[in-house]
T-cell receptor, first 112, second 115 residues
Framework: TQLLEQSPQFLSIQEGENLTVYCNSS?????LQWYRQEPGEGPVLLVT?????EVKKLKRLTFQFGDARKDSSLHITAAQPGDTGLYLC????????????FGKGTTLSVSS | NAGVTQTPKFQVLKTGQSMTLQCAQD?????MYWYRQDPGMGLRLIYY???????DKGEVPNGYNVSRLNKREFSLRLESAAPSQTSVYFC??????????????FGPGTRLTVL
């Protein structure tokens, strides 16, 4: 079974702080997605990265895909209480797209 | 557009009982998925249907069966529920299935407790 690790598992910060969440594997991803999930709801897609070294920005969120396509990071600048939620990465490990794995998630709490 | 809908939202079963979780999408998507989410375990794929008429096992298929009734509907059946199947179940759909991950649209989830 492919293992996709996320860190940290929990993060509690004050409004205005910056943070980074990591998603790592010993295997190469064909592509990777980041989702955000609020309590009582299903996950919602934030971004998809496909190319090694790719950087995507979504307002205060910056997503980076490692050059070797084995890792990814999500950086939030000046966190706000509205950023609170569970952040999940999901990766595909083969060209057929049949090995879809979600990480266990990072629970972020931003207090004002 | 309702997106992905799931019924029921909550369910309590006794060990050994059976039930079917219903899922429907109105986005004309080809691929549909069933996941379970447990505390500290993230989302784990139970079964998926890459296209109408096909179904395949995911990471944790034991104890479950699925039916792709038509392009819109994908149901998950628990034939004999066990306490280990207590979880939140999510249905999702995407335009297509393939190595370039397509956006998955998730339903609101079904919270199942097996006593």
């Amino acid at each position: 079974t492919q293992l996709l690790e996320q860190s940290p598992q929990f993060l509690s910060i004050q409004e205005g702080e910056n943070l980074t969440v990591y998603c790592n594997s010993s295997s190469v991803f064909s592509s990777l997605q980041w989702y955000r999930q609020e309590p009582g709801e299903g996950p919602v897609l934030l971004v998809t990265v496909v190319t090694g070294g790719e950087v995507k920005k979504l307002k205060r969120l910056t997503f980076q895909f490692g050059d070797a396509r084995k890792d990814s990071s999500l950086h939030i600048t000046a966190a706000q209480p509205g950023d609170t939620g569970l952040y999940l990465c999901a990766g595909v490990f083969n060209q057929a797209g049949t090995a879809l794995i979600f990480g266990k998630g990072t629970t972020l709490s931003v207090s004002s | 557009n309702a997106g992905v809908t799931q019924t029921p939202k909550f369910q309590v079963l006794k060990t050994g009982q059976s039930m079917t979780l219903q899922c429907a999408q109105d986005m004309n998507h080809n691929s549909m998925y069933w996941y379970r989410q447990d505390p500290g375990m993230g989302l784990r794929l139970i079964y998926y249907s890459a296209s109408e008429g096909t179904t395949d096992k995911g990471e944790v298929p034991n104890g479950y069966n699925v039916s792709r009734l038509n392009k819109r509907e994908f149901s998950l059946r628990l034939e004999s529920a066990a306490p280990s199947q207590t979880s939140v179940y999510f249905c999702a759909s995407s335009e297509v299935w393939g190595w370039r991950l397509r956006e998955q649209f998730f339903g609101p989830g079904t919270r199942l407790t097996v006593l």
